[in-house]
């Protein structure tokens, strides 16, 4: 039987790996698009700092990333402290808690942290096939590590 992960440890290595994957598929769906890593980055910045952001330079970039990761983590407190409070049959479903989990933090991003933030452009919800991965990213790629990192907080 694997250690227990501490809550703060399982927060951090579940947010930084979500996070990360999260950003590598966002960096590739960008390039395919015609854009450059830098380019995605500032536009994460931009939810921050507004439409002067997608002219910034490598700074900006990085305060993009630093943005990405502190959503990640934060979305990583809640995944945790829910995963840590579901009953134990669910929580031994990492896929189908992640599939929740992503869809939940899918569905804030677009409908209301977008929307109240500096982001410069409409978020739209209508069907495309880059809005459909986008949203199985946010479930298999960000919401699952950080449900597996959570359920290793748990005994038995």
């Known amino acids: 039987m694997r250690k227990p992960l501490g809550v703060i440890t399982a927060i951090l290595v579940g947010g930084a790996i979500g996070g990360a994957l999260d950003l590598v598929f966002a960096i590739a769906m960008a390039l395919f698009r015609g854009d450059t890593a830098a380019d995605l980055l500032r536009l994460v910045a931009s939810g921050a700092f507004g439409k002067a952001a997608l002219d910034g330079g490598a700074d900006m970039a990085a305060l993009g990333m ?14 945790c402290t829910a995963v840590r409070g579901l009953p134990h049959g669910l929580a031994r479903r ?19 942290l977008l929307p109240l933030s500096a982001f ?23 919401a699952l590590p950080m449900v597996l990192a959570a359920r290793r907080t748990r005994a038995g």
């Open 66 to 79: 630093a943005c990405h990761f502190a959503l990640s983590w934060g979305w990583a407190v809640l995944v």
């Open 120 to 142: 410069p452009f409409p978020v739209k919800l209508a069907f495309s096939l880059p809005l459909l991965l986008d949203w199985i990213s946010h479930m298999f790629l960000f």
């Open 94 to 112: 990492p896929f189908v808690v992640a599939a929740i989990a992503g869809t939940l933090v899918f569905l804030l991003m677009r409908q209301v």
